[in-house]
């Protein structure tokens, strides 16, 4: 009976034995399989295995009376353990890499309360996870518990300290007065919303082409399901509607497509092409060309991709000139630089060019030309930003590029920015579309940005002609777009200012001072100051006025070969007949000779007042300024000053009769025509 019974239970062990070794091939099976897709790179995959063998169904939990320590779980057959812990760990590890923000800070915070000395690292990542979270002050407290409290290597340490930096940028980036021009929006579809979008660029007809992750059946089991492709959609309202997929002949169904641009003429395709191999996208640009039913086989471009090395994210100019894009070739600052190649006939490119002063020893990535304003648009990790990637611009004049500037809160975030698009002939942010992943989603989506415009003045100064000094109290009249008159007096610097509302060109300024001549001149700038967040201040030219020389300072140089008579009608400042037909031979002159200047004096006859007959001479030499302008003479070239009924080269009254001839032969305009000196 005993042999018995000791048998039974002998074969209940055994039994026991068996379930518990199954249980642990079982969890053997999920971490290889969870190791097996973090090194492949797929993060969220891998977290999701990791969270089943921490959490198993409950018919594979061990029970409490099994010898497996409830910290640590035997792998079978090795001899070894592993830490319950380090699998958390890992898990976090494959949450943050996926930017599941919220779910890596939740498991690092399991590690570090665990044990902090083991899990340093944990915290300093749970910094960084309040940051992307949008908790800065909570990070900043973090990051200084980290250095005071942990002995970090010099590495970590300075990663550290770099996030301190970060926070502070964020700061300054969220006191920004110009926030307020910018309306930052999500863009909606109308297919799945767990479909990420991003890199939107110009088709035709009104139509975008985008990058979205889609589930491919067409794909073997040892790769995963999900591959990005492109499709093209319009946008209404920020909606993204009636898409379709880009039709490509010939394509691997194994490869991910996306990041596209169509070249000037619509008639070839340049797109990314990219597989993961052991963790690590490997990329290469292919560019098709038209055809009836779609785009043909891509052809690699062999001049940009170099074996071993990844190029991505193709953009070509709108001039279809030259094709931007990323590439870690060798040649380059760091990781991924921009490059750029000029365009053969054929869409194939010419051997590529490193961007320079743009690249960094981190990666700079999808690059964008905005001809309009001459900026290079592009995404960097490598400068001071807000956290991730960065947008910067950088104008580019012909081959040469400027030092880059971070384009600032709220087009950036703490988050991945990283794609940026915007249509020619506007303002660059105008209404622009960007990818970032600032949202409660993990991926990248498509945010339409809208600038409102910053508020313009224009300023310039009064000199004297002759001596160049400054002119205080000049009256400066600006005629604006709408018609209005705008009056301001120059101040002890000479200086005046206005609110610009319109294209400068479309202003023009008169300027008067006692014992000066009046001058009018159209509004132009001499360079623009736009180092204000809020106001872009237009420079205008110097503008000089000369002194009035008065006949008795100065007699009147007449010959009758420079001098021209306009008469005029009794109290009237308009040209008629004979009148018009002397100005139309002046103009003639000017025409011919763009050396040649003008002054015209007005003048009246003797009856009236003083202030009456000074007025009516101004509007008569202004009658002929007038003229020509509007025909077409500069303004520079033309000076005019009124004299009233000042020197009279008729009698008015001859034996105390008047005289009507004379009178007549004094209400006139002289128009003395000589060379520029």
């Not at 492709?229 to 997929?245: C, H, I, K, S, W």
């Not at 641009?261 to 292919?286: C, H, M, P």
């Amino acid at each position: 009976m005993k042999t018995n019974l000791s048998i039974q239970r002998s074969l209940l062990l055994m039994v026991i034995l068996i379930m518990s070794l199954r249980t642990v091939s079982q969890v053997d099976q999920r971490i290889a399989m969870a190791d097996k897709y973090y090194d492949a790179g797929e993060y969220f995959t891998a977290a999701s295995l990791y969270e089943q063998f921490l959490n198993p169904p409950k018919k594979e939990i061990p029970k409490a009376n099994f010898p497996l320590n409830t910290r640590k779980y035997e792998l079978g057959g090795s001899g070894g353990s592993v830490d319950k812990f380090d699998i958390i760990y890992k898990q976090a590890e494959s949450y943050r890499l996926a930017n599941y923000w919220q779910e890596a800070a939740a498991k690092y915070k399991e590690c570090f309360e665990k044990d902090f000395t083991r899990y340093a690292d944990a915290f300093y990542w749970y910094a960084v996870c309040q940051r992307s979270l949008g908790k800065y002050t909570a990070t900043e407290e973090y990051l200084n518990r980290f250095l005071k409290t942990t002995v970090a290597n010099d590495s970590r340490k300075q990663d550290a300290e770099k996030e301190l930096q970060t926070i502070q940028f964020i700061k300054t980036q969220l006191a920004r007065p110009d926030s307020v021009l910018f309306k930052v929006k999500k863009n909606t579809t109308s297919f799945s919303k767990e479909k990420g979008i991003f890199a939107l660029t110009a088709a035709d007809n009104n139509r975008f082409i985008f990058t979205s992750t889609v589930a491919d059946p067409m794909v073997n089991k040892d790769e995963s399901s999900n591959h990005s492709r492109l499709f093209y959609a319009t946008v209404n309202d920020g909606v993204l509607e009636n898409v379709e997929p880009v039709k490509i002949n010939g394509i691997d169904a194994s490869l991910n497509q996306g990041a596209a641009s169509l070249s000037a003429d619509k008639e070839v395709l340049y797109f990314t092409q990219w597989r993961k191999e052991n963790g690590k996208n490997i990329s290469s640009i292919y560019y098709s060309t038209k055809e009836e039913s779609g785009w043909a086989k891509p052809v690699l471009l062999s001049s940009i991709n170099k074996k071993g090395f990844s190029s991505k994210q193709p953009f070509c100019s709108s001039d279809g000139k030259t094709l931007f894009f990323a590439s870690d070739i060798p040649g380059g600052t760091g990781g991924f630089d921009i490059w750029y190649a000029s365009i053969n006939d054929d869409g194939t490119t010419a051997e590529p060019i490193n961007g320079g002063p743009i690249n960094t020893k981190g990666d700079e990535q999808a690059p964008f030309y905005h001809s309009t304003s001459g900026n290079l648009v592009f995404s960097s990790n490598g400068m001071q930003g807000m956290g991730g990637f960065d947008l910067f611009t950088a104008k580019m004049n012909e081959s040469i590029l400027g030092n880059p500037q971070n384009i600032g809160h709220p087009v950036n975030s703490s988050r991945d920015d990283i794609y940026f698009f915007a249509p020619e002939k506007n303002p660059l942010l105008k209404n622009a579309v960007i990818g970032s992943d600032r949202g409660s989603e993990c991926c990248l989506e498509a945010y339409t940005v809208v600038k409102a415009p910053k508020k313009k003045m224009i300023s310039g100064i009064v000199r004297d002609c002759k001596t160049n000094e400054v002119l205080a109290e000049a009256i400066v009249t600006m005629k604006n777009i709408h018609g209005q008159n705008l009056q301001v007096a120059t101040g002890s610097d000479g200086k005046f200012s206005f609110d610009l509302t319109g294209e400068i060109s479309s202003h023009t300024f008169t300027i008067t001072r006692e014992n000066y001549k009046e001058r009018m001149t159209l509004a132009a700038t001499e360079k623009v100051d736009e180092s204000d967040l809020m106001t872009d201040v237009y420079m205008n030219v110097p503008i000089c006025i000369n002194k009035i020389e008065k006949p008795e300072d100065k007699p009147l140089e007449i010959k009758p070969e420079n001098v021209v008579s306009v008469y005029f009608d009794f109290d009237k400042s308009l040209l008629t007949g004979r009148s018009i037909e002397i100005m139309d031979s002046i103009y003639e002159v000017l025409s011919q000779d763009r050396t040649i200047v003008i002054q015209i004096s007005g003048y009246t006859d003797g009856l009236g007042t003083d202030d009456y007959n000074r007025k009516l001479s101004d509007k008569r030499a202004k009658a002929c300024a007038n003229y020509l302008t509007k025909k077409g003479i500069a303004v520079s070239r033309i000076t005019f000053v009124s004299f009233g009924e000042c020197c009279p080269v008729e009698m008015e009254i001859i034996n105390g009769r008047d005289n009507p001839d004379g009178r007549g032969r004094n209400r006139r305009a002289l128009i003395n025509i000589s060379k520029a000196e």
